[in-house]
């Protein structure tokens, strides 16, 4: 059996996960990776002048054809 | 009345060929009547991974182009009832068969085969047009690596734009070791990340290149790929299988074959 080793700290899957995010954003809305940043604040600005809303649990989700704004941290 | 199915990825070297060989050959084995279509035109692959490459008179492009008739061209699998194979062109490129030319045979075999299993090539251009033209469903390929997600977000965007309808994922080449490592994305990471039901997972398996070297398909031999492909075939019927525990599985497989070696 293997020791679990310290390698989660590591872990290259973390770095993969957050440059896919930022490079299939960038593809699907044909926009640079900064772009999205701006996007969401904007978004959570907005959405918070008219709704009590917490920066943890707002998340916003780009696909090719829609904008999903999650506001609870709850999938569904 | 038969499904065509494409089977696609945006990058090369992912798998298609090997998939569209594995679950062509597993649907078969199910009773299913089933013909593989190699799309490749120019670079044929689908004839050599299932050992029939001495078979070849015509192909493809002969049948698009009325050369011959498709019964000519289809090569009947000895080691498979039921399993038929049409060839592609190897001189020839992707401009000589148009979308409008595969819609029209695709049609045609609807009829005759419970599932027609398209191998499309790589890209995103007239090859990949040609292959998705006549499908009714779509098996996205990929690995749990970022440029070939990339890719394949993009080719769901492009399948999407052309209004197909029924997309799954098929995530190739897992390896569990480096899971736990924290060094390869999980099949719940690549799902998070595209947006398509899952239709199987496949373990990266040593038995895949033996399986090519001999001309085999991995259902075919002690495999635990074989059996990841057999389980996607099974689901393709319509029947509820859950998705194998490949951590579980590797462990018991290497279990198995030690002691099997040891005798």
Redesign the interface.
């Known amino acids: 059996m293997h020791v679990f080793?310290r390698?989660?700290h590591?872990?290259?899957?973390?770095i993969?996960?957050e440059?896919?995010?930022s490079?299939?954003v960038s593809?699907?809305v044909q926009c640079q990776p900064d772009t999205y940043d701006l996007l969401c604040g904007e978004l959570y600005h907005t959405i918070g002048k008219y709704m009590k809303i917490t920066e943890d649990n707002f998340k916003v989700e780009i696909?090719?054809?829609q904008i999903r704004i999650n506001l609870t941290g709850e999938k569904s | 009345m038969g499904e065509i199915i494409v089977v696609t990825s945006g990058k090369g070297g992912v798998g298609k060929t090997t998939t569209t060989a594995n679950i062509g050959a597993g649907l078969s084995k199910l009773g299913k009547k089933v013909l593989v279509i190699d799309t490749d035109l120019g670079l044929r692959n689908l004839d050599v991974v299932m050992g029939l490459e001495n078979r070849i008179v015509y192909n493809l492009v002969d049948v698009i182009e009325g050369g011959c008739r498709l019964k000519q061209a289809m090569i009947s699998d000895k080691r498979h009832e039921n399993l038929y194979l049409l060839p592609s062109a190897q001189t020839k490129d992707k401009s000589a068969i148009t979308p409008e030319q595969m819609i029209k045979l695709t049609n045609e075999l609807r009829d005759e085969f419970d599932y027609v299993l398209l191998d499309c090539p790589a890209g995103i251009e007239q090859g990949f047009q040609n292959a998705i033209a006549g499908a009714d469903r779509a098996f996205v390929v990929t690995t749990p690596e970022?440029s070939s997600?990339?890719d394949a977000?993009?080719i769901?965007?492009l399948l999407?734009q052309n209004h197909m309808k029924k997309l799954n994922l098929i995530i190739n080449r897992i390896r569990m070791d480096m899971v736990k490592?924290?060094?390869?994305?999980?099949v719940e990471?690549v799902t998070e990340?595209l947006?398509i039901d899952l239709i199987g997972a496949i373990p990266d398996d040593e038995q895949v290149v033996i399986g090519t070297n001999q001309g085999e398909t991995v259902v075919d031999m002690d495999s635990l790929a074989g059996k990841a492909y057999t389980n996607i075939c099974r689901r393709i019927t319509g029947e509820e299988v859950p998705f194998l525990d490949l951590d579980k599985q590797e462990g018991l497989f290497h279990k198995l074959s030690h002691m099997f070696k040891r005798n």
């Open positions: 080793e390698g989660m590591h872990s290259s899957v973390r993969a996960k440059r896919l995010k490079l299939l593809d699907r696909t090719r054809s | 970022v997600i990339r977000d993009r769901i965007g999407e490592r924290g060094e390869m994305m999980s990471d990340i947006p």
